[in-house]
């Protein structure tokens, strides 16, 4: 599956300002949680790309989203951020999560 990433205004002003290393990107991730019920956990990290991940450029912004992950997002996605509430990765589809804060995958 290929995926289409939007960066909204907000979250583009956001991301452009983060000091990332030259091997460094936006992991965009999603795992399976629960036992009875399908739930998949959201996260947005800054990460070195892994083997097996795909990797996207938006907006000079490198994103790497492994095969694992794109089992439980759609193809169309989007960022977006508020002051108030973080991150937000939606699709057109549904909202993935909201509140989401980006640091570096070792922390």
Known sequence: MD??????PAALQQLKG????????IRIGSSYVGSCS?????QLSID???EGDDAYEVEGIPFYVSDKSKA??????????SPSLGYKLSSPEEVYKY???LKRAAE
């Open 38 to 42: 399908l739930f998949a956990d959201y």
């Open 18 to 25: 983060l000091s990332l290393d030259a091997e460094e990107g």
């Open 48 to 50: 070195q790309k892994q």
């Open 3 to 8: 995926l289409s990433i939007t960066i909204r």
């Open 72 to 81: 439980y997002l759609h193809n169309e996605l989007f960022i977006d951020f």
């Open 99 to 101: 509140d989401l804060s």
